[in-house]
């Protein structure tokens, strides 16, 4: 095999337009034809990583099996290719910066004046070609966010043009991801903003080889002809993404307008056969032909922004299809729930409890686990939404008097989720976090074992506090037992109480390993309990 190929995604006229989108798609096309492939996201933000970003800001914060903190497009890649992500997956030009900062710290530059070129472009670079050094990978792609023209981008843009010249044309490839407005007024669609951005890739060094026209409206030949022409690339790498019902409808629109074959043609890689993505149609015939709907209501403090659950919405697209139903998610604000006002919560047929940080509309979710224990809903509580199960049943079953979690009030006589004590002498933000993936022992004849079929098990974490294993026995002999454990630790990490029709709270986030191909159990068991309900 030769040498890995380097495919780079970037976007302009606007953001949004589904850079990440486009390049899960391709590589799912590649990857079904045989080759190994994979994706890596080049944030141009300062931070150092999205783990200190308000949701409102940045949407989802994904985590990987080995602890990172990413940006929600890894989610997307590995929901699309079946394959886990790392670290070396999501660069930010904060982790790029403290990278040079540190080596100029230790002297490594001899001295030198440390600037933007080649010091940052070197780094990037190093980055970029990190998967690809490792050997496994025939393909990297490698998605730059933001939008060409941005300041913070330019360091990205001109790595690029950097590494073009040094690995060769027949080892490099690009792809333009633009917009082609439609104007109701003159019924046109119009493709000056294209052209404007394929002249700012231009000034700054890079030609295209791919032009990927994100559109509300079918593209006639006319406009294609138009931008292959002003934009310089051939009439067949002017490609049409037009808005669809959901975006794993991609993969079969980008294949049939011939995307990767026109990478492949431009890398001089085989083609080999045509991939049929038979269980991925499979699974885009029962999304589309459901035979009921169910009514789940998502219960969480980012209602506003969906892509702040990003994982979980998925994850119930996924659970649905193996379940032949639409799930028809209810986004409800916890702080707006109160113990007496449940007007939103009649007529769910099951109830999740989002993950989240802070005290902000705790007592919301605990009201709305109350209601799902006394009235007999399917119940799934994630992360913090396990541990507010937990508050929730020691004040009302065990009758443990303003029983909390030592994150909402240190003051609490009941503290039943309380910090390990080791971390308590740590106060770096992010310390004392449980981040990336960790093992856990399941119970036999539990719901969470029915939903594995088997006791080993490994799930990825991303919190702070624990169950206060203190209160373990009272809770066993209340009803609400510990149904998984991590076999180092003995931490908590499933509960459930086997009397209620489906209750099942866990400490880590099934979401993040949920994908097409492999949706999780959790999600899969929770929506047939809600389908039966």
Not at 23 to 46: E, F, M, N
Not at 315 to 325: E, P, T
């Amino acid at each position: 095999m030769a040498d890995t190929k380097y495919i780079f995604v970037t976007g302009g006229v606007t953001s949004s337009l589904g850079k990440g989108i486009i390049s899960a798609s391709l590589a799912k096309l590649i990857q079904a034809r045989g080759y190994k492939v994979t994706i890596q996201k080049l944030d141009p933000y300062i931070n150092v990583d999205p783990g200190t970003l308000n949701p409102y800001e940045h949407g989802e914060c994904f985590v990987t099996t080995d602890g990172a903190e990413t940006d929600l497009d890894l989610g997307h890649y590995e929901r699309f290719l079946n394959i886990e992500t790392t670290q070396a997956n999501n660069v930010t030009t904060g982790r790029i910066y403290q990278t040079v900062i540190d080596k100029e710290r230790k002297g490594d530059f001899l001295g030198k004046t440390v600037q933007i070129i080649p010091h940052i472009t070197n780094e990037i670079k190093r980055r970029i070609m990190l998967l690809g050094n490792k050997g496994k990978y025939d393909f990297v792609i490698t998605e730059i966010g933001g939008t060409v023209g941005d300041i913070e981008s330019l360091p990205y843009v001109e790595s690029v043009r950097q590494l073009i010249w040094e690995l060769g044309d027949d080892n490099t490839a690009v792809i333009h991801l633009t917009l082609v407005p439609y104007l109701a007024a003159s019924g046109e669609l119009k493709t000056k903003p294209t052209q404007h951005s394929v002249k700012i890739m231009l000034e700054n060094g890079i030609q295209p080889d791919v032009i990927v026209l994100r559109t509300e409206h079918d593209l006639t030949p006319e406009v294609k002809d138009k931008v292959a022409r002003f934009c310089n690339v051939k009439q067949d790498a002017v490609i049409e993404s037009i808005d669809v019902s959901t975006i794993y409808e991609v993969p079969l629109k980008m294949q049939s307008e011939g995307l990767d074959k026109v990478i492949l043609d431009k890398l001089k890689m085989p083609q080999n056969e045509t991939p049929e993505l038979g269980p991925w149609k499979d699974f885009l015939h029962k999304f589309h032909n459901p035979e009921k709907t169910v009514k789940i209501g998502l219960i969480g403090k980012y209602t506003q922004l969906p892509d702040a659950y990003k994982s979980i919405i998925e994850s119930f697209i996924h659970a649905g299809a193996v379940n032949n139903v639409k799930v028809k998610l209810e986004l409800i604000n916890s702080e707006k729930i109160t113990d007496t006002y449940f007007d939103q919560l009649e007529g769910l047929q099951g109830i999740l409890v989002a993950p989240g940080f802070g005290h902000r509309g705790i007592e919301g979710k605990i009201s709305a686990i109350k209601y799902a224990r006394e009235n007999n809903v399917p119940f799934l509580g994630i992360c913090l939404g396990m541990q507010c199960a937990v508050i929730e049943f020691g004040r009302n079953v065990l009758n443990l008097k303003d029983a909390h979690s030592a994150e909402m009030n240190s003051a609490t006589p009941h503290p039943v989720i309380d910090i390990m004590e080791h971390q308590k002498n740590i106060s770096e933000m992010g310390g004392t976090m449980r981040l990336g993936s960790y093992s856990c022992k399941v119970k036999k004849d539990t719901n969470a074992f029915a939903a594995y079929s088997k006791e080993d098990i490994t799930e990825r974490h991303r919190h702070r506090y624990e169950f206060n294993n203190n209160y373990t026995q009272d809770y066993n002999s209340a009803g609400m037992i510990a149904s998984g454990l991590n076999p180092d630790s003995n931490l908590v990490e499933i509960v459930e109480i086997p009397k209620h029709k489906w209750f099942v709270g866990v400490q880590f986030h099934p979401e993040y390993k949920s994908t097409v191909l492999n949706p999780h159990p959790l999600f899969v068991a929770f929506v047939k309990a809600a389908k039966e309900n």
